[in-house]
């Protein structure tokens, strides 16, 4: 397979009538074939950098929610199997990959091929980084393995599967200051990194409960986010577990749940602030509608996540100021 060019890509300037379209054929251009299911809206934001990589290819997307899917009638116009290897840096997405499902967040690496049905659904704005290697080039670096690797997580928090989720976040950031005759060897040594990590990958530990429980967790969070009144003990409650469970759940994915239920309000109040849909509502009733009780915190935390105050932010997406 020919290496191709660099490529950048993005949905400014693209009709919205087009979007749909066009976000299918970028996909399809950087992860093989793919559908995309339902129309996008007018609003849809993505952007995609893709980069030979030795005959690889490292992906770079960041994209508001959506979703798509690989099925048969995409997988028969594959002329050779790719493995890919993904560490989200942002965002959630959820996947289907053959019959096991998968979530994606913040830190998580990712393993899926593009010989099975794979459906995913991002929930949140993503950004990812996805190495796409033909099966036929790690093979030379797996000569014990006689077939691809299955679908799944790798344990990314420690031990090998981290040290390659920070490789892969490095190669991303320099990429483009590597000397051409140097990603022969970059891209061997990644090869070996992603075939030690993969000899352990065990899928049965990628889908517990755990997992099934914090996502169902996220998803009531989601839904209540306009509630002043969301505290843990609330969210125990409406989903039958303790609260010492609750924390430990969200311990274990790097965060905590006032933690988590702030960041998310947040970008929502963020989102509201560059809409023109919103450009009549005072900043402060943008704060309480999704939650915020003090104008003072709401300010004080939006600078820490955004460095910006929500004032400046508005006036950067050019929404006229309405007596804020």
């Avoid at 992906?59 to 993904?86: K, N, W």
């Avoid at 060897?185 to 990644?190: D, I």
């Avoid at 609330?234 to 702030?262: D, P």
Wanted: with cysteine; hydrophobic share 40%.
């Amino acid at each position: 397979m020919r290496p191709k060019p660099t490529m950048e890509w993005s949905t400014l300037g693209v009709a919205p009538a087009d979007k749909t379209d066009a976000w299918e054929s970028v996909l399809s251009n950087s992860y093989r074939d793919w559908h995309v299911p339902c129309r996008l809206p007018a609003t849809f934001y993505a952007n995609v950098k893709r980069h030979d990589f030795g005959g690889a290819e490292l992906v770079e997307t960041v994209c508001d929610p959506c979703s798509g899917q690989r099925l048969r009638a995409q997988m028969r116009r594959d002329d050779e199997l790719f493995v890919g290897i993904q560490l989200t840096t942002e965002g959630r997405e959820r996947f289907k990959i053959g019959d096991t499902g998968a979530e994606a967040v913040s830190g998580d690496l990712l393993v899926w091929r593009t010989d099975l049905a794979v459906q995913f659904e991002v929930l949140e704005r993503l950004h990812k980084m996805t190495l796409m290697v033909p099966w036929s080039l790690l093979r030379e670096r797996m000569p014990e393995r006689k077939s691809p690797p299955v679908g799944g997580k790798i344990e990314s928090r420690t031990g090998v599967g981290c040290l390659l989720a920070v490789h892969l976040l490095a190669l991303s950031n320099q990429i483009t200051t590597l000397d051409s005759r140097l990603k022969g060897s970059v891209s061997r040594s990644t090869l070996e990194f992603i075939g030690i990590a993969l000899s352990d990958l065990q899928p049965s530990a990628s889908f517990d409960a755990s997992a099934s429980m914090l996502s169902r967790v996220h998803d009531y969070v989601l839904d209540h986010l306009q509630d002043e009144d969301l505290t843990p003990a609330r969210i125990a409650e409406a989903n039958r577990i303790s609260l010492r469970y609750l924390h430990m759940l969200f311990h274990h994915s790097g965060a905590t749940v006032s933690g988590w239920i702030q960041d998310k309000r947040l970008s929502k109040c963020r989102d509201a602030l560059t809409d023109s849909a919103y450009s009549r509502q005072r900043i402060a009733d943008i704060a309480y509608r999704w939650g915020f009780s003090s104008t003072s915190h709401f300010s004080r935390a939006f600078k820490e996540k955004f460095g910006m105050s929500p004032g400046d932010v508005r006036k950067m997406a050019g929404i006229v100021k309405h007596s804020d």
